[in-house]
């Protein structure tokens, strides 16, 4: 088994709509060989690989640092900066490790994650940052290792995809007698890390930035956005994994245990600055097909989307519904959203 990019819970993603969203960018921009595509909110990063063996080169960013290490795993991956069967082995050593007490048991044990495996947790984390620390790996089979251990975390996490809380039946079995849904029965699991479906195409940079200050600064024929649409942060939803990954074992508050995320919080999930940032964005962007994801719910009204892209250029919208699930673990209920592409070719 190998761990995919698509293979972890977000919201947001963008894995269910790759067809519709790449098909249309193919129709409005034509031959991609030659041109760069920038993804300043990569997220899981699934658009930007999709467009990695299409495009001549690719560029993607998240100012998450957890998607900005996945992003690198399975995006910058070559022979030359990394050893797989390296990794494998190692891979292999860490998912023999016992438990350890320590920072993950003390905050997230008993809550997020059962005792047992915010243990594993700990002492893989811990021995990834020895191994980086003396050198031992590379910086590239450092996010490797990194990135499959997020997404082992992610798979035995006591949640419902999303980690502004945790839920509250740990020990229970995962349906009650009425056959409601009480906890994943992957959360009671052993933690096990896998290898990455790495792409080694070796045609895309990564970084970790704001997409504002990102834009005016790296020019790239096809722009793709896909900004934060709710006033749901980020950095709230998955504070868990931010927090493991940067692995500066801050102090945390409050029973949903997060820690202080001011740094990182987005203007484009707040009412009051969405659409100024925006403006802010297309006004600095340097390209020549500028693309926007935004769904029905969005925050930004479509009189104000419509109104700063056709200051920019000739703009067209297509539309593709989909079924999302919402309302609580146990009692979802699907209802339907539309995603919306707008096309803006730059004048």
Known sequence: MVFRQHNRKYIGSKAALLDFICKTI????GDLESCTFLDPFA???????????????????DLLYANYAANRAFLCTTEENADLDKVARLIHQLNQLEGEEGYVVEHYGGTYFTLENAQRIQAVRERIAFWQQEALITEQEFYILLTSLLYAVDKVANTCGQYDS???????????????????????????????????????????????????????????????????????????LENIA????????????????????????????????????????RCRYLFLSYNSEGIISDEEILAVLRKKGKVAVREEPYPVFGRGAGRAKARKLTERLFCCIVD
């Open 26 to 29: 193919e129709e409005v921009a």
């Open 43 to 61: 997220g899981t990063g699934v658009v930007a690989a999709a467009f990695a063996g299409k495009a001549k080169e690719v560029i993607a960013s």
């Open 166 to 240: 945790y839920l509250k039946n740990l020990g229970q079995p995962p349906f009650s007698s009425s056959g409601v849904h009480l906890v994943d029965g992957l959360v009671y699991s052993r933690l096990h890390l896998h290898p990455l479906a790495v792409s080694l195409k070796g045609n895309c940079q990564v970084f970790c930035r704001d997409a504002n200050q990102l834009v005016a600064e790296l020019p790239a024929e096809i722009l793709y956005l896909d900004p934060p649409y709710n006033t749901r942060q980020y950095c709230d939803n998955y504070h868990v």
């Open 246 to 285: 940067r692995w500066q074992k801050p102090p945390t508050f409050g029973k949903t245990r997060k820690f202080d995320r001011r740094g990182l919080r987005s203007r484009y999930s707040q009412r009051r600055h969405a659409a100024e940032a925006f403006r802010e964005l297309v006004e600095r962007a």
